[in-house]
């Protein structure tokens, strides 16, 4: 539902002026509302935090280097040696594995271990986690729930250094997120209607 009380947005900036500060800040700018000592703490994240700061840093050694030139598939692998990953966990969808074997492939090639875990992993039934019979697709019938709380767990168990997503359904994806002790990133996101490019998705403009 709509909050009326929301006035001004970043989504609805013009002008961008944080990002290059070659323009004007709007009126009602989001950085010029904020408390300096509030983004000072911010700031100190970056700095202070180990893991936020080797993340940073390793991503701001791709954009440096690889920005536009690189695909998806090798930005993942360039910015896990920026890291000095030693293994890449994989939460992967059950209808991507042919994609998620090709990438497994890649990453080896590129001296990189990697560690796999499908979403139907466990083979819990919907029933067994409470869900109701209305969500179950064949009636009567085994249905493994997708299980991204599992997937977590294991690559946890891993040690996995970063998590990469392949196709997790919406929600599930977010379910991963949410328990992955490694810090996560995608790889495809899934929209099967668009070929896995939800851009495509998006309502023309008029
Ligand atoms: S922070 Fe300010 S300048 Fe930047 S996008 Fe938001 S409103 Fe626009």
Known sequence: MC???IS??????TTLNCSKQNSEYPEDCLTLALDNEELQKII???KEDPIDASYSLAAAELVKSGYGTLSRVEEVAAFAKNLGAKKIGIASCVGLVKETHQFIRYL?????DSYC?????????KGEIGLPERVRRKEGAHESICNPVLQAFILEKEKTDLNVIVGLCVGHDSLFIKHSAAPVTYLIVKDRVHKHN?????PVEG
Request: negative net charge; hydrophobic residues 35%; contains cysteine.
């Open 3 to 5: 909050d009326s009380s």
């Open 8 to 13: 001004f947005t970043c989504g609805e900036c």
């Open 44 to 46: 100190r994240i970056y």
């Open 108 to 112: 080896k090639s590129e001296g990189l």
């Open 117 to 125: 875990v499908l979403c139907k992993v466990g083979a819990v039934d």
């Open 198 to 202: 939800p851009v495509a998705g998006l």
